[in-house]
């Protein structure tokens, strides 16, 4: 029953997704600006349509707090997702109970709050990787700010390399580094990686994507991927 329940909230995060970029006319109504360019999911066009996070207690307010700040402050200059995306990390991290979540691409930690926002409630943890020690530098004081430094591990270095040392199983993958390298760290994270896990793949538009990844993860009988237009691929390890 519980992975029924699972696989059901997952469908209906998706579907919104589609949905709410179907109702905006595609890219044209997107924010952009993030990690390597336009995309994202975006918010339907209109007050009436657009929705704001809720805070349910006080540590949520905090973090929703610092998140804000640096949406308004400094995102674009730093290559995080737009709040949309992070919001839908968020979704689909609480609605896996994720246990371990592993980002490649700290950027200033944006979406590694927005992680941690969902596994502070699951009782999970975030390997995040960066190879830019000033961007790591302005990551850690974000986390720091949010109160989720303890659920966070930072890894600096090459991740090709580091992301050997990730022990499994592995809930969520979360790619939005090099785009020429989201193959190869899915090649070594994929065994990792528990049946029912997401490959979560950032600025997956024509002429970002790499298309030796797009084949792989399309190819695959053991995965099942959806390519959302906003710039967003959603793949699932079957059971």
Do not use: C
């Amino acid at each position: 029953m519980y992975r029924k329940v699972v696989v059901w909230g997952l469908a209906l995060v998706m579907a919104a997704g589609v949905v709410g970029y179907a109702a905006m006319g595609g890219r044209d109504g997107m924010r952009g600006g993030q990690r390597g360019g336009p995309g994202g999911m975006g918010t339907m066009a209109g007050d009436f349509m657009r929705t704001e996070p809720l805070a349910k207690d006080d540590a949520e307010t905090k973090i929703l707090e610092v998140l804000d700040v640096m949406d308004r402050t400094g995102r674009r200059g730093n290559m995080n997702v737009p709040k949309e995306d992070g919001r839908l990390l968020r979704l689909l991290t609480e609605s896996l109970q994720a246990k371990k979540v592993v980002e490649l691409g700290t950027s200033t930690g944006y979406s590694g709050i927005w992680f941690a926002l969902a596994l502070r409630k699951t009782g999970g943890v975030l390997i995040t990787h960066e190879i830019d020690e000033a961007r790591a530098s302005v990551a850690r004081e974000n986390f720091k700010k949010a109160g989720v430094e303890e659920q966070i591990t930072l890894v600096m270095g090459d991740a090709h390399e580091k992301v050997n040392d990730v022990e499994g199983p592995i809930d969520i993958v979360f790619l939005d580094a090099d785009k020429e390298g989201y193959l190869d760290y899915m090649q070594k994270l994929l065994p990792k990686l528990r049946a029912g896990g997401l490959i979560i793949a950032h600025n997956m538009n024509p002429g970002q994507a790499d298309p030796r990844f797009v084949q792989a993860i399309t190819t695959d009988k053991n995965l099942e991927t959806l390519l959302l237009q906003g710039g967003v691929s959603v793949t699932m390890k079957k059971h």
